[in-house]
């Protein structure tokens, strides 16, 4: 009976992995099939937006080619426009059958000349260009979409031309959207029945493998009647209006006679971005048809169960009758022993897991973090800098002052270190060269301040006058890392810590064998501890990630391996050895530098320079809105602060000439700084824009706001590199 009960059991879960698996697979193969009509949306989308990007620089090619201008002047003076026409004819007879009609229109909205090419659109109804709105408007890009006949559209391209700051006119090229369809839509195949469709911004079906669909805006009907349409397809359009790209699974609804209707689909869509305005492309192909292959593929998985099944069996049978019942439980033994073994192992997968999701969570709020760090030293800089210039009949104050400065400074870098951990970037660009002799004493000078009465800190250092090529630092991380790994060795006892350097000529030079000798002299730092030692085994894998002798949650297992790495990144290695019960030492290897290192900057002198420019200033950070106002003001700037950014807007749009220059904080409610910057550039262009952003690489990542800002400047705040941008971009525009 037992071994019946067995059977139906192990049956039973047999059917249970075989439909786990079955679907498994099923979502695979769906999931594929949506990263694939995404890529290929996304391609269309990619050739729709070069296409008409190409054919609206044409137009500016043609427009700002020479004698072209003159020619528009000789219109104007009534003296024709045959050498207007000239020009015309020879740019369509360049441009084959891509532009159905070629229009002329002067600064007045007057349609000049007109061309149309063969085939042409019939009944095409000029007044829907509304020439005289595009001149108003001085604009240039994809203009509007425009029905020339039931079920057929038109797309007008824009191209407003200038002499210097005066408007010239515009020339208007409109493309026939089946001609288009047909040129970059229809060779595309989607699968056996799948298709491409084109949709405006106000969703609009504009370019359609059925005539009957185009001209259909199913986003106003279901925003009409949600009741007749499926939850999910209401979704689908509300994703495709509010994201650039994206997948889904929907029920289809299309006009009467669609044979879709009420099929599953799967789509995936892409934006076609140009000048302002959009369209989306959608690659559509039946949930059947996407599956198709994942069916055909279960038949073979389930010959491959099946098979299986009956081998599985037939042994059941085998070793039901051969076995005893010590046989069978010997055999149950080592099963559960397997089984236990997998849980050990799956359990110390997890944990590794969970705590390299920590790490992940750390770095995803260290950059929130930094950001809070950076306001909160932007007043102790700026305030520390003002001090400075306070106290000039003070030598002793001033030293203190700049003593503040200098660690304010090393906060700030490490500050920087912690963003650049968040976002697992280089930092190349601070790389210096950097007096090993002053790096010593500066990491000397820190461990002494953290490290216990019980632990006495030695040093023996060479005078070496090198430097090595690198980021201070990253260098001052790797010294306290190692003195902070020695006082752990020894916490519980105290001892000694000894810090040395010497000098290592290329030729007594030897490098292990895992490394490449290199022509360069190194220097040598070693750390050495007398506490009680690592056993061979250990040491093999000290500089591995993650692996910790500590208890569980009094360490993370990375100090040693960001330590190395950092070393290696310096062209350098590190070197490790041990005795139980007499210590450890490790030895910090880097090539050298004979060059003389730049001083650090200091907190220099800066005059009272008197400026008359008038300076808007926008921060939502009070403290820091009420410093740099501050600052601006004593050098003699007509300051118009505010923590508004939408009133800064008001401000400028009141009184464009009134201001010389806007400074803006990046990271403000309701609107960010490089949005602002955007609209105050509509308003006017040449009016200069400084960011101050603690998250610079943010304030960059989206280039159509970052271009209208002139300068991008880090927090905290330097007030003297402030000043000095400030003064540029005001000499720049005078």
């Known amino acids: 009976m037992a071994i019946i009960l067995a059977s139906v059991l192990f049956i039973a879960l047999f059917a249970l992995a075989f439909t786990s698996t079955y679907n498994t697979y099923l979502s695979t193969i769906v999931s594929e099939r949506q990263q694939l ?32 201008s003159e020619a528009m002047d000789a219109y104007y003076q009534h003296e024709g426009s045959e050498a207007l026409k000239q020009y015309l004819l020879t740019y369509l007879l360049s441009q084959s059958q891509e532009l159905s009609r070629m229009y002329l229109v002067d600064r007045d909205g007057n349609i000049v000349l ?51 700051e005066k408007l010239l006119g515009a020339l208007i090229g409109v493309i026939d959207l089946q001609y288009l369809y047909d040129l970059m839509l229809a060779p595309v195949k989607v699968g056996e029945h799948g298709y491409l469709e084109v949709k405006d911004r106000e969703g609009r079906v504009i370019m359609h493998p059925s005539a009957q669909t185009i001209g259909e805006n199913f986003l106003e009907a279901v925003e009409r009647e949600p009741e007749n349409y499926p939850a999910d397809y209401f979704a689908l359009l509300e994703e495709q209006y509010r994201d650039e790209s994206g997948t889904a699974i929907y029920h289809h609804d299309g006009v009467p006679g669609d044979p879709l209707i009420g099929q599953q689909m799967l789509q995936a869509y892409s934006r076609v971005n140009i000048a302002g305005n959009y369209w989306i492309v959608s690659a559509i192909v039946t949930f059947d048809e996407a599956t198709t292959t994942g069916s055909e593929g279960i038949w073979q998985i389930s010959i491959i169960y099946g098979a299986l099944l009956l081998l599985l069996l037939a042994s059941l049978g085998v070793i039901i009758y051969l076995q005893n019942y010590r046989q069978r439980l010997e055999a149950q033994t080592a099963y559960l022993r397997g089984v236990n073994s997998s849980l050990e192992e799956l ?43 306070h106290m000039a009949d003070d030598p002793e104050g001033r030293e203190y002052v700049e003593e503040v400065f200098k660690a304010g400074t090393r906060a700030k870098e490490i500050v920087q270190q912690i963003l650049l951990f968040s976002r697992k970037g280089s930092d190349m660009a601070r790389y210096a060269l950097v007096d090993i002799d002053a790096l010593l004493r500066d990491a000397v000078k820190l461990a002494k301040m953290v490290l216990p009465a019980s632990v006495t800190l030695r040093t ?17 991380q790797v010294l306290l890392n190692l003195c902070s790994n020695a006082y752990q060795a020894m916490e519980k006892s105290g001892g000694i810590i000894t810090i040395s350097s010497r000098l290592i000529p290329m030729a007594q030079h030897v490098p292990p064998g895992n490394i490449t000798p290199t022509e360069d002299d190194y220097i040598c730092i070693s750390v050495t501890d007398t ?17 910790t002798t500590k208890a569980a949650g009094s360490g993370t297992g990375l100090g040693l391996a960001v330590a190395q790495s950092i070393v290696e990144n310096h062209g350098g290695y590190i070197t490790a050895t041990s005795e139980i019960d007499k210590g450890s030492t490790f030895a910090v290897y880097l090539p050298v530098c004979r ?9 220099a002198e800066l005059g009272d320079t008197v ?8 921060d939502d950070q009070q403290h820091a809105l009420k410093l740099v106002k501050e600052w601006l003001t004593k050098r003699g700037y007509q300051v118009v602060a505010t923590n508004d950014p939408r009133r800064a807007l008001q401000f400028v749009m009141e009184a464009p000439q009134r201001y010389d220059a806007v400074i803006t904080d990046y990271i403000m409610p309701e609107l960010k ?18 960011l101050i952003t603690g998250l610079a690489q943010d304030a960059t990542e989206n280039p159509q706001s970052a271009q209208y800002v002139d300068v991008i400047l880090a927090k905290p705040i330097n007030f003297r590199e402030l000043t000095h941008y400030l003064r540029e971009v005001l000499t720049h525009r005078a």
Do not use: W
């Not at 009509?37 to 090619?61: G, W």
């Not at 090595?468 to 630092?473: I, L, Q």
């Open 611 to 618: 400026q008359s420019a008038r300076l808007l200033l926008v």
């Open 460 to 476: 023996d250092f060479a005078e070496t006058c090198v430097s090595v090529y690198g980021y201070n630092t990253q260098l001052h």
């Open 531 to 547: 506490g009680c030692g690592m056993p061979a085994d250990v040491l093999a894998r000290i500089f591995d990630p993650f692996y």
């Open 114 to 164: 007109r061309y149309s090419h063969y085939p042409a659109i019939e009944g095409f109804d000029e007044q829907a260009l509304d020439a005289q709105a595009l001149v108003r408007r001085g604009m240039s890009g994809i203009d509007r979409v425009i029905e020339v006949g039931p079920h057929h559209y038109a797309v007008s391209l824009v191209n407003c031309f200038y002499s210097g």
């Open 673 to 690: 700084g490089t949005e602002l910057a955007a609209r105050i550039k509509k308003i006017r262009e040449d009016l200069p824009v400084l």
């Open 37 to 68: 009509l995404l890529t290929l949306s996304r391609s269309v989308s990619s050739n729709l937006e070069l296409y008409l990007s190409e054919q609206i620089f044409d137009m500016d090619v043609l427009s700002g080619s020479p004698g072209f």
């Open 595 to 603: 060059a003389i290192p730049s001083p650090e900057p200091e907190l």
């Open 347 to 389: 359990n110390r997968s997890q944990e590794q897991l969970l705590h390299y999701q920590k790490l992940q969570t750390i770095g995803t709020f260290s950059s929130g973090i930094t950001h809070e760090f950076n306001n909160l030293l932007t007043p102790i800089l700026g305030y520390t800098e003002m001090l400075h210039d």
